[in-house]
């Protein structure tokens, strides 16, 4: 079973570029690969993005959840869910 559905990878193709100065990947497979060996998450939703990094110790204190979702780490899929890349 796949680890990301072709939403996530093609968010990520469509988006790398917000967070890595040059691709990464070029196609559904490789960006596969990537995500997975980068260890990245899928969220299913903002709750469980703000859990993501709250476990991972940053602080969010005083952050809203705009500013949360627009961190250069976090990929909207379109559908609720968040991808989160560790850049």
Known sequence: M???DDEVLQCFLENQLKLFPEKVAETLE???EFLEDNLAVVAESVEDVI???EEAGVDLEGARDEEILSADEVFDVGDGRYLIVEG
């Open 2 to 4: 796949r680890e990301f």
């Open 51 to 53: 859990a993501y990094f």
């Open 30 to 32: 490789e960006a596969e």
